[in-house]
Each structure stands twice: as structure tokens, then as C-alpha cells.
Nanobody
Framework: QVQLVESGGGLVQPGGSLRLSCAAS????????MGWYRQTPGKERELVAI???????NYATSVKDRFTISREYAKNTVSLQMNSLKPEDTAVYFC?????????????WGQGTQVTVSS
């Protein structure tokens, strides 16, 4: 079983910065991808940024050049540095890890952390 615990959300003014962190415990399989998704009321959860265990990254177009994802593999943590925040970045941010095993996708979610960008 894998558990994910996020931290670092909060209230920030437009143009400000926040750093989200996620600590994972449990057994990971090779070929895993960790990352961040976000969700606002009435909308589907969307990908923000993900990073594979080989270092390949994928960012949502809306956050490219503003957000940076990083991982500490030895500690099973993933972080998201968010700069130049905009009001439209306001959402609940969820940490995620997934991998494929025997044709089945195994995915785990954190409980979410609120990010509010407002003056």
C-alpha cells in the first residue's frame, strides 16, 4: 500500500510563489511516475506536472515556464515549485503516483492541499 501526504498549500498574492511537497511511503515499482494534479469545483481533475523515475517530465501548457517539478528518488518525495502564480491557479492540488504492472495501472492519490491565489 502507498500513502501520499502533501504539504505547502496556502494563500498567496498574484505573482507570488509557493512550493508544494509530497512524501510517499510504501513500496514503489520501477517505472513509476509521480506528479501533481489539480481540481476546482465543478471541473475534472487535470494534470499539472508529472515526472517519471527516469526524469521525463510533462507539464500542462498553462503552467510551463512558471512551475517546476522535482523528485528526490531516495526519499520518495516530489515537489512542485510554483512561481508567478495567477488567480486561475487556485485549486486543490493532489499528489499522485502510478505505475503499470501486468497490464494494470496502479494509482494512488494524496488527500489534496488547497492553493488560493488572491489579493
Amino acid at each position: 500500500q502507498v500513502q501520499l501526504v502533501e504539504s505547502g498549500g496556502g494563500l498567496v498574492q498574484p505573482g507570488g510563489s509557493l512550493r508544494l511537497s509530497c512524501a510517499a511511503s510504501g513500496t514503489f515499482f520501477v517505472g513509476n511516475t509521480m506528479g501533481w494534479y489539480r481540481q476546482t469545483p465543478g471541473k475534472e481533475r487535470e494534470l499539472v506536472a508529472i515526472m517519471s523515475d527516469t526524469g521525463t517530465t510533462n507539464y500542462a501548457t498553462s503552467v510551463k515556464d512558471r512551475f517546476t517539478i522535482s523528485r528526490e528518488y531516495a526519499k520518495n518525495t516530489v515537489s512542485l515549485q510554483m512561481n508567478s502564480l495567477k488567480p486561475e491557479d487556485t485549486a486543490v492540488y493532489f499528489c499522485n503516483v502510478f505505475w503499470w504492472s501486468r497490464g494494470r495501472r496502479n494509482t494512488y492519490w494524496g488527500q489534496g492541499t488547497q492553493v488560493t491565489v488572491s489579493s
